[in-house]
């Protein structure tokens, strides 16, 4: 079974700064990996994905990703963190075992982003 | 195009209780996954249905159960609540894998 781990639960930047939000994935093939971000009381809302194209994928609100086989990694960055950007983010990897596929989440990082 | 709307946002319900959660589609799209998220486990899926068929189920007990309609509404049930049932509900929708899933907003289900 796919599995997904997020580095740091908690990621605090300060305004401007660059964001970098850890994932590495366990998985002999490629999956089709994702990043989600999530706002409080709120539903999951995609960022980008990446489904074996190009290996740096951009998303939205500036937000992009790199897959590195080599390191099984897919880390999310932003070149300069703003206040909106505080939220929930998850990686997540598609598992097709049990007959369909699914998502496999991590356990989130919280990022905070200080004025 | 309307986006996955889950009904209701919240709820409160005592123990031992059942409950039902609604999700309906996005229009064109046929598959629907639920996924539970709470604070200690995270994320994890329960169940995805494609043309009124169960085609996948996570670990979870028999208590769990969902179904889809011919219209690919779905809804899932959970019967005798117990307090860590308390969680948010997630589900998902897409034409068929989980490439192009959308969320929906949640219901936020609180057990007491």
């Known amino acids: 079974a796919q599995s997904v781990t997020q580095l740091g639960s908690h990621v605090s930047v300060s305004e401007g700064a660059l964001v970098l939000l850890r994932c590495n994935y366990s998985?002999?093939?490629?999956?089709?990996l994702f990043w989600y971000v999530q706002y409080p009381n709120q539903g999951l809302q995609l960022l980008l994905k990446?489904?074996?194209?190009?290996?740096l994928v951009k998303g939205i609100n500036g937000f992009e990703a790199e897959f590195k086989k080599s390191e099984t990694s897919f880390h999310l960055t932003k070149p300069s963190a703003h206040m909106s950007d505080a939220a929930e983010y998850f990686c997540?990897?598609?598992?097709?075992?049990?007959?369909?596929?699914?998502?496999?989440f991590g356990k989130g990082t919280k990022l905070t982003v200080n004025p | 195009k309307a986006g996955v709307t889950q009904t209701p946002r919240y709820l409160i319900k005592t123990r031992g209780q059942q409950v039902t959660l609604s999700c309906s589609p996005i229009?064109?799209?046929?598959?629907v996954s639920w996924y539970q998220q709470t604070p200690g486990q995270g994320l994890q899926f329960l169940f995805e249905?494609?043309?009124?068929?169960?085609?996948n189920k996570g670990n979870f007990p028999g208590r769990f159960s969902g179904r889809q309609f011919s219209n690919s509404r779905s809804e899932m049930n959970v019967s005798t609540l117990e307090l860590g049932d308390s969680a948010l509900y997630l589900c998902?929708?897409?034409?068929?894998?989980?490439?192009?899933?959308?969320f929906g907003q949640g219901t936020r289900l609180t057990v007491v």
């Open positions: 998902a929708s897409s034409v068929q894998g989980v490439t192009e899933a959308f």
């Open positions: 990446y489904t074996s194209a190009a290996t």
């Open positions: 249905y494609f043309s009124e068929t169960q085609r």
């Open positions: 997540a990897v598609s598992d097709l075992g049990g007959g369909s596929e699914k998502l496999v």
């Open positions: 229009s064109g799209h046929r598959s």
């Open positions: 998985s002999s093939v490629p999956p089709y």
